[in-house]
C-alpha cells in the first residue's frame, strides 16, 4: 500500500521560504505522477504542482516563477520549494500521487485523479 508522508511546514513571514517534503513508501509503480494541493479555508482544494517520472512538470499560474517541484528517486522523496512566499499562499498543503495521472502540456491534472493522499502539512504566511 502506498503511504505519503509531508513534513516541511510552519510559519514564516511575506517572502520568505520552505521547503516541503513527502516521502512516498517506495512504490514507485504506483506514484507515476505526484503532485502538491493546497487547500485554504473556505476555499477548493487547488493543484499548485506535479511532476510524472519522465520529467514532465506543471504549475498554478499563482506559483509559477516562485515554487519548484523535485523528485529524489533515490529517496522517494518529493519535494516542494517554496519561495517569495505570500500571505495567500496560507493553506493545508497535500502530497498525491497516482500511477495514471500525467502531466499534459504544462497542466497540474486534477485531483480527482489521484488516488493516494497524504494527511497535509500546515504552511501559514503572515505579511
Known amino acids: 500500500q502506498v503511504q505519503l508522508v509531508e513534513s516541511g511546514g510552519g510559519s514564516v513571514q511575506a517572502g520568505g521560504s520552505l521547503r516541503l517534503s513527502c516521502r512516498d513508501s517506495?512504490?514507485?509503480?504506483?506514484?507515476?505522477?505526484m503532485g502538491w494541493f493546497r487547500q485554504a479555508p473556505g476555499k477548493e482544494r487547488e493543484g499548485v504542482a506535479a511532476?510524472?517520472?519522465?520529467?514532465?512538470?506543471a504549475y498554478a499560474d499563482s506559483v509559477k516563477g516562485r515554487f519548484t517541484i523535485s523528485k529524489d528517486h533515490a529517496k522517494n522523496t518529493l519535494y516542494l520549494q517554496m519561495n517569495s512566499l505570500k500571505a495567500e499562499d496560507t493553506a493545508v498543503y497535500y502530497c498525491a500521487g497516482d500511477s495514471f495521472a500525467r502531466v499534459v502540456a504544462g497542466i497540474v491534472p486534477h485531483s480527482y485523479e489521484f488516488g493516494y493522499w497524504g494527511v497535509g502539512t500546515q504552511v501559514t504566511v503572515s505579511s
Open positions: 517506495g512504490y514507485t509503480y504506483k506514484t507515476h505522477c
Open positions: 511532476i510524472d517520472n519522465d520529467g514532465r512538470t
